[in-house]
């Protein structure tokens, strides 16, 4: 069976797939590498696929889709299926990269809750009776991680390279997955990498924002074993 690999979102750990793990983990290998050691999206594309075995299938949300698809540019011939989950495949917006380096000096001054706090986290979930849980854990993944590991993903994420072209080329089967109430990564984008991408499928989430794996995880989940049994 094809080892899935999973690539987390921005200050974000294994515990983001928690239900995934214990439902996909059952009969399958699973891979839950960092993306935190650099500060560039090839160098954690690199990393990503030393770590890796030979051929394997890729699922990533947020930032974690963002590096999946680099990964992709690198070795498109290792990744035998594709999941991008609430992400954007395009560079960021120059209005975004202008907030970087005011947060980065922020967390380096010891802010990096507040950081979290107060311009992340209001953009992850929707409403639901789950949501603060969510949150508590989104925090305590941030802080675990801690403040060099945000410079190097805000930096990696201010200087990524636009890949719709990359998508346009991909061959194998795909997932592209989002909740309906994202607004970080909209559904409008899922629909642009829906359409670039030859034969994939488009799964929207209801009830569901920036974190359909732990908002709705059954739902989720269920998408991506059809994903994977395609």
């Not at 690539?7 to 399958?28: E, S, T, V």
């Not at 990524?160 to 061959?171: A, G």
Request: glycine share 6%.
């Amino acid at each position: 069976m094809t080892p899935l690999v999973l690539l987390p979102g921005m200050m974000c750990d294994a515990r983001l797939f928690a239900p995934q793990i214990a439902a996909l983990g059952l009969d399958r290998t699973l891979h839950l590498p960092p993306i935190a050691g650099h500060a560039t999206m090839a160098a954690l594309a690199a990393e990503v696929l030393a770590h890796a075995p030979p051929r394997f299938a890729l699922a990533g949300l947020s930032m974690g889709g963002i590096v999946a698809m680099e990964v992709l540019a690198q070795a498109p011939d290792r990744i035998e299926r594709l999941a991008l989950l609430d992400t954007n495949p395009r560079a960021e917006l120059p209005e975004v990269q202008a907030r970087r380096a005011p947060q980065i000096a922020a967390v380096q001054a010891g802010q990096l809750r507040e950081v979290i706090r107060d311009e992340m986290k209001p953009n992850y979930l929707a409403d639901g009776p789950g949501k603060q849980a969510i949150l508590d854990l989104c925090m305590k993944m941030a802080m675990d991680l801690g403040p060099a590991v945000f410079e190097n993903q805000s930096l990696a994420l201010r200087d990524r390279p636009d890949r719709q072209d990359v998508l346009r080329n991909v061959s194998v089967p795909t997932l592209v997955l989002c909740g309906r109430d994202d607004r970080l990564c909209p559904v409008e984008r899922h629909e642009l990498m829906h359409d670039l991408i030859p034969g994939s499928t488009l799964e929207i989430i209801n009830g569901a924002a920036h974190l359909p794996v732990l908002e709705k995880p059954q739902e989720t989940t269920a998408a991506l074993a059809r994903w994977l049994e395609a």
